[in-house]
């Protein structure tokens, strides 16, 4: 597992990262959090799991990924087209690197899941305005920190691209907990189809193929209209 990169040499790895970035200027993520674009439109903020475009108009670059139809970000950042090759990309907001500390909350995606472990790539820190973390890489959430119920099956916790916010317990080991009502997954896909899964009290609904699945959802689960 990689450390947290916490020292201060970060500018220069986000100058080397996007020569592309100074000819479109990224808005500040404070400005452009609140703004109503549309999707697909270039320099729109965006969260790890938002739709920006769809696949019958774009190519999913850099930062997306695909699901039934969608491209998706996975990464906090600006939209950015290309329009030679049709591709759509984000690019992720570097400026101003937060340094994290124990108990900040966190904004990541399920990468995989163990027996007892839930390994989550971490990409921003959550707050009045969400901004990315370069560089942290891997966390996990141990069975034991997900829920304070007993967990008896993982896969009834979380899924494989989930979306979730969970709280830092361990820094040293970026060990996450998300047993706070507020705190678990943000945005569940069918494991069936990979759609976006719509809360149905206790439990999700696949709106594609009707699949129920359970979570360990946070209160502020986003339920998407596509
Ligand atoms: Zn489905």
Redesign the pocket.
């Known amino acids: 597992m990689r450390k947290v990169n916490r020292n201060k040499d970060v500018n220069s790895v986000e100058a080397a990262d996007n020569p592309e970035q100074s000819a479109q200027p990224v808005q500040p993520a404070q400005e452009s959090a609140g703004s109503n674009s549309e999707p697909e439109d270039p320099g729109m903020f965006v969260l790890p799991g938002d739709p920006i475009g769809a696949t019958e108009e774009f190519r999913a670059g850099d930062q997306t990924y695909e699901s039934a139809g969608n491209i998706y970000a996975t990464v906090t950042g600006t939209v950015k087209t290309t329009a030679e090759d049709r591709t759509i990309a984000v690019i992720p907001s570097t400026s101003t690197p937060p340094v994290l500390h124990r108990g900040d909350v966190v904004i990541g995606q399920v990468t995989g899941l163990r027996d007892s472990l839930v390994l989550v790539t971490i990409a921003g820190l959550s707050g009045a305005t969400d901004r990315a973390i370069p560089d942290v890489g891997s966390a996990v959430i141990h069975v034991s920190n997900i829920k304070k119920a007993y967990v008896k099956d993982i896969s009834r916790e979380f899924g494989l691209f989930d979306i979730v916010k969970a709280r830092i317990g361990d820094l040293k080991n970026m060990r996450l907990d998300t047993a706070e009502p507020e705190l678990g997954v943000m945005k569940a896909l ?6 976006a ?1 719509t809360k149905d009290g206790s439990k999700l609904i ?6 129920v699945e359970t979570r360990k959802m946070s209160t502020e689960y986003r339920t998407v209209a596509n």
């Open positions: 069918c494991s069936r189809c990979r759609t899964m696949c709106p594609e193929c009707n699949q």
